[in-house]
């Protein structure tokens, strides 16, 4: 947590020091703009709001903040702390085990989904994770022949997270679709690489238990259904669609063995929420909610030496609450 709040804070104060400096950058714009009309011929205020330039009337203007990003290209980055749950199942369902707990993260986005014209999308974000949870599970047989729920006996350990993901997608927006939304359609395929270390723990019967530590790299695609709404000073939005992991290999240390689960179809859904300084602006402060999962069936039987290994059916759940700023 310590570590979250220190997170937290810096993603803070660059956000706010970012937006003082672009505020900054538009005011001497404006004034040296001014003053150069200034400079080139006397003005003098006339009534009812007018001004008197070179003998003319024209309508006074007030100042407006000008678009730094009209094709929505920013810079992304935010930190957050998210909500982590893995779980395994045996053959009738029966929970083998159930790890969670709290893990903190890191992402940096280049993207232009804060266009204002139909066309193309497209986005690279590339994240860190990592943390410890809790483990509340059953010890394991080797054999896969035999039921392990009937074997096991509840444990408690910790588990070390520590992973990086990098993800490349594109689509296509429809401004002003229905109710004056955007309608969005993304596709895109990634990379997620984690080590899950199991540490030593302690069964019901008071023995101990050895952990062990596991690698997992994984490729998958996903497509996503979403909108997007600006109002004054803010703009929000939200996408849902479906991941698969087409490619899984899960590498045991002690001893060297290597499984390969096959993926299964999983959901996710993201909403965003930005403040900016007026409706044509793209930079600020977001809010960003994301849900996220895999799902995977239980994996063949793999032999190292005289024994043999096969992952359980596995499940991950993982609710995450950000902040971040565009640049």
């Known amino acids: 947590m310590r570590v979250l709040f220190y997170l937290l804070v810096s993603v803070g104060m660059v956000a706010w020091q970012s937006q003082a400096i672009s505020e900054l950058r538009v005011s001497d714009t404006q004034d040296e703009s001014q003053s150069s009309a200034e400079h080139e011929s006397p003005q003098w205020l006339g009534p009812e709001g007018t001004s008197l330039l070179a003998g003319r009337a024209t309508p006074w203007q007030p100042r407006i903040f000008t678009e730094r990003h009209p094709d929505g290209v920013l810079v992304e980055v935010s930190g957050g702390l998210e909500l982590f749950r893995w779980q395994e199942f045996g053959e009738d369902n029966t929970r083998l085990l159930t790890e969670q707990g709290q893990r903190v993260y890191f992402r940096f986005s280049r993207n232009n989904d804060a266009r204002q014209t139909t066309g193309t999308l497209y986005h690279l974000t590339g994240s860190l994770y990592g943390g410890d949870v809790e483990y509340d599970g059953q010890t394991q047989s080797f054999d896969p022949n035999v039921r392990k729920e009937e074997t096991g006996y509840f444990s408690a350990a910790n588990v070390d997270y520590a992973g990086a993901s990098g993800e490349l ?16 359609l993304v596709a895109g395929v990634g990379i997620d690489s984690w080590t899950r270390e199991i540490a030593n723990g302690i069964s019901s019967q008071g023995e101990t238990v050895l952990g062990l530590v596991e690698d997992y790299k994984i490729a998958y695609s996903r497509a996503a259904i979403g ?34 689960p096959e993926g299964r179809p999983s959901a996710f859904f993201m909403y965003r929420v930005q403040l900016t300084q007026n409706s044509t602006l793209n930079e600020g402060t ?39 700023r565009a640049f």
């Open 169 to 184: 997608g594109a689509g296509y927006r429809f401004t002003d679709f229905i109710w004056g939304r955007s309608l969005d």
């Open 227 to 260: 909108m997007e709404s600006r109002k004054l000073f803010w703009r929000t939005q939200w996408r849902a669609g479906i991941k698969y992991p087409f490619f899984t290999k899960e590498t045991l240390d002690t001893p060297s063995v290597e499984l390969e």
């Open 286 to 324: 977001f809010i960003y909610f994301v849900y996220d999962s895999y799902r995977f069936a239980k994996s063949p039987v793999a032999a190292s030496g005289n024994f043999l290994f096969r992952q359980p059916r596995s499940s991950m759940d993982v609710v995450s609450l950000s902040i971040g």
